[in-house]
């Protein structure tokens, strides 16, 4: 997977995210992600995860081996 | 994974979970882990002084399932303390460096001021 099918698959399930992803190691499969956004707002850090997995629905632990995940609620501005 | 098998894990699990304060579902062992996310995680636990029960994922292919199913969370290592599910590399990470997770280890009893 590339950075821009990961980031074009977190900004589909979450369509008002701010979203920045870093391929770490260069192999398409070791990314870092910050994802930014307001639905996150009253939401644990493990809900605002699991939201973006689920936009990842299946890649992540499978073809995405690896996703340093970051989130904040707010908007990315 | 049928169903049964399902429960049979999660059996499993939720008695792994209650009958250790802290387990660490990981790839490899505390000693040896397998995976640098896990590595990192036991790296935690350490600094922080804390025993800790390690369950080992890749010699239970069924429960290295159904820990992904059991905590809604598709990657492995997942950490959790007196039964509930923390987090996985990231978060604990996150957690301890901002100190939340020494309070919480505090508030629970488990570490000392």
């Known amino acids: 997977m590339d950075a821009a099918m990961l980031e074009a698959l977190i900004r589909a399930g979450i369509p008002d995210a701010s979203v920045a992803v870093e391929d770490i190691r260069g192999d398409g499969a070791h990314y870092a992600a910050t994802v930014i956004s ?6 644990s850090r493990l809900d605002q995860h699991r939201m973006v997995f689920k936009a990842l629905e299946g890649h992540v632990g499978e073809t995405l081996h690896a996703l340093q995940l970051t989130t904040r609620a707010g908007n990315g501005t | 994974m049928s169903l049964i098998d ?4 999660f059996d499993r699990i939720r008695q792994d979970i209650s009958n250790n304060d802290i387990v660490l ?8 882990p397998q995976c640098g996310y896990s590595a ?12 800790f029960r390690d369950i080992d994922v890749l010699s239970d292919p069924g429960l290295r399932q159904g820990i992904k199913d059991f905590a809604n969370w598709p990657t492995i290592p ?8 923390i987090g996985g590399c990231d978060i604990v990470r996150d957690m301890y460096s901002s100190g939340e997770l020494r309070k919480l280890l505090t508030d629970k009893g488990l570490l000392q001021e």
């Open chain 2, 25 to 32: 579902y990981m790839k490899g062992s505390a000693v040896f």
């Open chain 2, 78 to 85: 997942q950490l959790y303390i007196k039964g509930e599910f």
């Open chain 1, 38 to 43: 307001p639905s996150f707002e009253g939401k």
């Open chain 2, 40 to 51: 990192a995680v036991v790296q935690v636990l350490n600094n922080l002084g804390l025993p």
């Open chain 2, 6 to 9: 399902n429960n049979e894990v």
